[in-house]
């Protein structure tokens, strides 16, 4: 079907002569309005309109009827309204009348000089900074682009199309939702568990719920999606970017899509493209129900989300909001030559977060996910660049300092990645307090070491015992470190063990793209094999490394799909991939995806038990006040104290710790001193089988119960034990874990074990 053409009807109201030019627009009046709150805000009568610019001379409100069902329409009806007051760097107005649901944008004026950071263009309709729902996305052509395409001055010419047609457009939302009893389950940070998803990639495969819903927020809240997230443990989940974001265009040019969302247009607005109901302000409802449904079922809602740019690009990137709206106060720019922009994320620009509007947009747009949409905490993409003052990032700085004195955003969890790509900004362990960071240095520890390229001991058991050298200097405890072995970016655990080399060719980018250093090993064959012996290393490689993220010290962070064996193909880049490369199939299973998936739910459960992986103090290697035990012991294998060249001699690839369950010394809830139980964690990175002398308990001879062995490929039934001196055989790349406890009371069955005394 050919595409309708849109014929703009546009009509203007200005200040003068008010009330006959108030006659002529079909009964909208303009009245002067307030400066505060920014955005569109409708109070039941009326709406009142207010957009920052310092640098604009004349701001005018495009209100929107008759789009049509794609909102790209076909006679669409423009009004242009001029906004009639300028208070403090701010252009307002109320429209009486205007509802919830009024599709609207602005045209800015002001110059448009490149060289000088200006790119005012008023033949652009520009979203507003504010908006809490777009209603449509970008289409591509060259209208969107602010200079003339293709000519010889590149952006130094102004391009005079309408853009209307094409461009995302803002809508008025009102807040009313039946929250019902929601209230936030307000996990404690080290009983916390979390789990990084995509909200498509988590259910587009699933068959238990309808095809149309599949993929939406709709069908996070499922039953399905909810029952399974329940039975897996997991007590958080973290949402890749739900904020509205924008395709790029050489990506759309290639068939592709930025699938997973970190190319922000909207800090308010959620991203429609998850919207079960494609109607006007779906997609702001069904967010929220999402949300109240994984609250009533335990689980917290954190966002990943991207202040750290957006999806506007460099000077040769469109025009679609903030640099028509005032370039020089949202973007950092070059100070020897404004035409361009700082960019320390890669993406082609940075916020200016030095600018206190800037500051604002961001402060205001965390306090309404908190507020409104009721969010329980934030991942900041590329954090270092938020801390970035003028070009060193500064832990001490304005982002940092509002944060923290915040009463609403310094109550929730609050995540940091903390490195961009400028010079120096590699920042692990180097945020304040209350921040928890993505901790890199675990992650690239542990994948070495499994891996067998030289990791040493030392830094795998500063990493075990919650990277005490990287946190406590700054005040924080063990929870600052959020432990991982895969995210997003990157190989999926499988992958990790099955190929050696990334092999990113269906990004059409010529396999250019995507990390090079990956620390990962194919176990013996470059992607899938029938090698039995190749397949039996690689299952016992995912269950190590699963093994040692649940049993660190530290926040615990799962990638979805690791726990069933998902594979990417060796694709360690899938940003741009929508289809079943990325889909994550959960639901119907192999026998050995299964069997890695009870054996996930097993960690969980145990990790969620065991109090001495849940302790909220570093481990320092003391003998108790309490125990008189010390908290933590590092064996060599056979039994005795490791010795310091061994530390760091690459070719020492086997450990034992004992964790003291009664020399916890911290107080619990009930204001009882926590006792818990002793775990012995047996880990062998090696090439040939080795021995382990189990230690003996100063407090009598005990049995040890083992809870799993890496090596077995199903979970065992947790009935074999023993005692303190047994010589105990590791096969090569497996771990083992063993309970020195009271009592034992998982789902499948309960002992009962002498405690060591606490006296």
């Known amino acids: ?185 307000r ?76 190319n922000t247009l909207s800090f308010f607005a959620p991203d429609n493209r998850f919207a079960w109901d494609k109607g006007p302000l779906s997609e702001v409802y069904e967010f929220k129900s999402m949300v109240r449904a994984l609250h009533a079922a335990g689980m917290e809602v954190i966002l990943d989300v991207v202040y750290n740019h957006t999806a506007e690009g460099n000077h040769m990137g469109p025009t679609l909001s903030f640099k028509g709206i005032d370039n020089r106060a949202y973007y950092r720019l070059t100070a020897e030559n404004p035409r361009y922009y700082f960019d320390f994320t890669g993406c082609g620009n940075t916020l200016n977060v030095r600018n206190p509007r800037v500051l604002q947009l961001i402060m205001d747009s965390l306090r309404y996910w908190i507020t409104e949409m009721h ?82 001991l030392s830094q795998v058991a500063s990493r075990l015992s919650g990277s005490r050298d990287l946190y406590e200097h700054t005040g924080r405890r063990p929870h600052a470190s959020i432990n991982f072995i895969t995210c997003h970016d990157g190989f999926t655990l499988n992958d990790l063990v099955s190929y050696n080399s990334k092999h990113n060719e269906a990004n059409l980018e010529g396999n250019n793209d995507g990390a090079n250093d990956n620390h990962s090993w194919n176990c013996g064959a470059e992607g899938p094999t029938d090698d039995a012996r190749i397949k039996a290393l690689r299952g016992r490689q995912r269950r190590n490394m699963l093994a040692t993220l649940f049993f660190s010290l530290g926040v615990p962070m799962i990638t979805c799909g690791d726990e069933v064996c998902a594979s990417q193909d060796g694709n360690n880049n899938s940003y741009c991939q929508d289809n079943e490369l990325t889909w994550r199939q959960l ?102 089988d080795v021995a382990f002398e189990l230690p003996k308990h100063p407090k009598g001879q005990k049995p040890y119960l083992m809870l799993f062995n890496t090596a077995d490929e199903e979970i065992p039934q947790m009935d074999k034990f023993y005692r303190g001196g047994d010589r105990v055989t590791l096969m090569d790349h497996s771990m083992m874990v063993l309970a020195l406890k009271a009592s034992i009371n998982y789902s499948n069955r309960k002992f009962s074990i002498a405690m060591p005394s606490s006296t």
């Open 375 to 456: 969010v329980d905490g934030f991942r900041f993409d590329l954090a270092s660049a938020l801390a970035r003052t003028f070009y060193d990032v500064d832990r001490l700085g304005a982002f940092f300092d509002i944060i923290h004195q915040d009463p609403v955003i310094s109550q929730v969890k609050l995540i940091a990645e903390p490195w961009d790509l400028g010079a120096g900004g590699y920042q692990v362990g180097n945020f304040p307090v209350l921040w928890t960071e993505w901790n890199g240095r675990y992650r690239d520890s542990m994948r070495k070491f499994w891996a067998g390229q030289g990791e040493p």
């Open 587 to 688: 639901w119907e299973l192999t026998p050995e995806q299964e069997n890695l998936l009870k054996f996930t739910r097993k960690l969980i459960e145990i990790r969620k038990t065991e109090n001495v992986l849940q302790r909220r103090r570093f481990f320092h290697g003391d003998r108790s006040r309490f125990s008189g035990l010390k908290d933590i012991l590092w064996k060599h294998p056979d039994g005795r104290a490791m010795e310091d060249r061994e530390w760091d001699d690459p070719n020492c690839r086997s450990l034992l710790l004992v964790m003291e369950g009664s020399s916890i010394d911290e107080m619990g809830e009930d204001g009882r001193r926590v006792i818990g139980n002793t775990l012995c964690i047996l880990i062998n990175a090696d090439y040939k």
């Open 1 to 185: 079907m050919a595409q309708t053409e849109i014929v703009a009807e546009v009509q203007i109201i200005d200040e003068g002569d008010h009330e006959e030019i108030l006659q002529m627009v079909n009964g909208f009046r303009v009245l002067p309005g307030n400066p505060a709150p920014l955005g569109a805000t409708w109070d039941g009568m009326g709406v009142n309109f207010a957009l920052f610019s310092e640098d604009a001379t004349k701001v005018e409100l495009c209100l929107f009827s008759n789009p049509g069902g794609d909102y790209r329409g076909y006679d669409h009806k423009e009004t242009r309204i001029v906004l009639p007051e300028y208070t403090d760097h701010v252009w307002h107005g109320y429209v009486p009348g205007v509802r919830p649901g009024q599709i609207y944008g602005y045209r800015v004026y002001g110059p448009y000089r490149p060289q000088e950071g200006l790119r005012f263009n008023p033949h652009k309709v520009l979203v507003d900074p504010y908006a809490k729902s777009i209603v449509r996305t970008t289409a591509w052509d060259s209208s969107m682009f602010g200079y003339e395409l293709n000519h010889p001055d590149k952006d130094l010419i102004m391009d005079t199309q309408d853009n209307s047609k094409n461009t995302p457009l803002s809508a008025v939302i009102e807040n009313a939702f039946s929250w019902g009893t929601d209230h936030p389950p």
């Open 187 to 262: 996990t404690p940070w080290h009983k916390t568990v979390i789990y990084e998803t995509h909200v498509k990639a988590m259910s587009q495969l699933c068959p238990e719920i309808p095809e149309g819903m599949r993929g939406t927020y709709a069908a996070m809240a499922s039953e399905p999606v909810i029952r399974y997230l329940k039975k897996l443990g997991v007590t958080a989940v973290e949402l890749m970017p739900v904020h509205h974001h924008v395709n790029e265009g050489h990506l759309v040019d290639k068939g592709l899509v930025n699938f997973w969302g970190y």
